[in-house]
């Protein structure tokens, strides 16, 4: 792997220094310039490149520009990890370091953390999907059930603000939450309780009003790591990059016919669509709005940008297209010219009416996986989704520095998510950003579901994510979700486990 970050840093280097060349106009300097900020954005994507050496290099061709007279905004976009520190306003971006919290605290390692999984069987009322307790706090995913009255009809914060916790021992919990979702009078998110429990309680209770809402079992042992191989990934680092952003242009697409009572897809759908697919591939072509010149402003979907958000042809905001980031990923030596990852890409790209993204005029079949995302949301109807929670509670072996819990899954209207507790990931600061992992599950029938992060809460020492399913589990159905198959890939290691789901 040192190998290929020198070879990596070294194609970069030169690209910076042909940057340099004397140019006709200052545009021409300031558009090479920023091939390079995109090519250090790609190279950092796909690990191949480090925070640091990317910052030092395109400082010093922004030093070298400025002495030239030639002004250029050369800031990386890619930012891989951030801590907050205390005070208003601090921020310190680059690698959390292991064993540190982010306020510079000693904390225990992955494997100190507790997680207990939930008791299976409670159909009814608040469901658990799995406590996890770390240094300095709990951290429980679950589903909480209100009164039929206390639905989305009236607002969700002073029910929140009733809510206490305390345990058997006595301990009193400040008690927060994670954003999460409705579905009639339930919530499903993650709730967060400081400080840690005392080793002698056994037992935790949210209430409303003296009303037990949730109780939690502590127990003095978690659950080990499951036994799942860690392996090296096949794929090279340019085709793991390619296919995060095939798996980004999937999830983007399932979110206009995400409610399962909606027919298939529209022309509205469609555009939208199509906006999401070159944002999510950075591609910089856009359709002059009707009536004038000009990007169109594609609306915006799950895990994208705000609304409102333009295809800019402006060099200062260009990203790379699929053709100049296949040739970057070439040009570092982490993608072989005979890979078909890109052409696989492009067929995608074909299969979903996308114009400009065949590359080199070739065609290729699409993975299974992906045909079977495309095949389930091309459908005219999609039949109804039996709502349930169900528990996991399973610790991931490391990978690629990073750990996971699997807390558990929710199956509503709005589909599934699957809620993931880690540590050591790269930091997500923005909607849309590339989580650096991919994420499969497969079902009992040898369904394939994409895993998407539509939503995170960083703490000091773990990240709350939730994982959207593409498509959906279907708890309803017998022999499809009792036991999830879970596919976790990252730059450089990937790893298979078979996880027990107890609805």
Not at 11 to 32: I, V
Not at 123 to 131: I, Q, Y
Not at 363 to 371: D, K, V
Not at 485 to 501: H, P, Y
Request: with cysteine; proline share 9%; glycine share 12%.
């Amino acid at each position: 792997m040192a190998a290929v970050s020198e070879r990596a840093e070294t194609y970069l280097r030169l690209l910076a220094e042909a940057a340099l060349r004397p140019a006709r106009e200052p545009a021409e300097a300031a558009g090479r310039a920023d091939r390079v900020r995109r090519a250090a954005d790609v190279l950092v994507d796909a690990g191949v490149l480090d925070d640091a050496a990317a910052t030092e290099i395109l400082s010093m061709l922004h030093t070298a520009l400025r002495v030239r007279g030639v002004q250029a905004t050369l800031v990386s976009g890619r930012i891989r990890r951030v801590a907050v520190l205390p005070g208003p306003g601090r921020a310190v971006f680059g690698h959390l370091p292991a064993g540190k919290s982010a306020a510079g605290r000693d904390v225990p390692a992955d494997d100190a953390w507790r997680v207990v999984p939930a008791e299976p069987g409670r159909a009814r009322g608040s469901r658990l999907m799995a406590l996890i307790v770390t240094a300095d706090r709990v951290i429980a995913p679950a589903t909480l059930r209100f009164s039929a009255s206390a639905g989305l009809d009236e607002l969700a914060a002073p029910l929140f603000a009733d809510l206490t916790a305390t345990d058997d021992a006595g301990t009193s919990y400040m008690i927060s939450f994670t954003d999460g979702t409705w579905a009639g009078s339930s919530w499903t998110g993650t709730i967060l309780l400081r400080p840690p429990p005392p080793a002698g309680a056994s037992e935790l209770s949210i209430t409303r009003r003296d009303v037990p809402i949730l109780t939690l079992r502590l127990v003095p042992a978690g659950s080990p790591p499951v036994d799942a191989p860690v392996r090296p990934v096949d794929d090279s680092p340019g085709e793991r990059l390619l296919h995060r952003r095939a798996e980004a242009l999937l999830g983007s697409l399932a979110g206009p016919s995400a409610d399962p009572s909606a027919g298939p897809l529209t022309e509205e759908d469609r555009e939208r669509a199509t906006g999401e697919v070159l944002r999510s591939l950075g591609l910089n072509t856009a359709t002059p709005a009707a009536g004038g010149a000009g990007p169109v402003a594609y609306p915006a979907g799950p895990g994208t940008g705000p609304a409102g958000a333009v295809l800019s042809r402006a060099v200062s905001h260009r990203k790379p297209d699929l053709a100049e980031l296949v040739a970057t990923l070439e040009g570092a030596g982490v993608l072989s010219p005979l890979s078909e990852v890109p052409a696989e890409v492009a067929a995608l790209g074909q299969a979903l009416g996308v114009p400009g993204l065949p590359v080199h005029g070739c065609e290729a079949r699409l993975p299974a996986r992906w045909a079977g995302v495309l095949a389930y949301y091309g459908r005219r109807h999609q039949p109804p989704l039996a709502p349930g929670t169900g528990s996991i509670g399973a610790v991931l072996p490391e990978i690629d520095g990073a750990r996971f819990v699997v807390a558990g899954a929710r199956t509503g209207p709005q589909g599934t998510v699957l809620h993931v507790v880690g540590r050591g990931t790269p930091a997500m600061i923005r909607p849309g950003q590339d989580p650096g992992f991919s994420w499969w599950a497969r079902d009992e029938a040898g369904g394939w579901h994409l895993g998407v992060v539509q939503g995170w809460h960083l703490g000091t020492d773990a990240a709350a994510l939730r994982l959207t399913l593409l498509p959906p589990l279907r708890p309803g159905s017998p022999g499809t979700a009792s036991t999830l198959t879970v596919e976790v890939t990252g730059s450089a290691q990937q790893l298979t486990a078979d996880l027990a789901v107890h609805w």
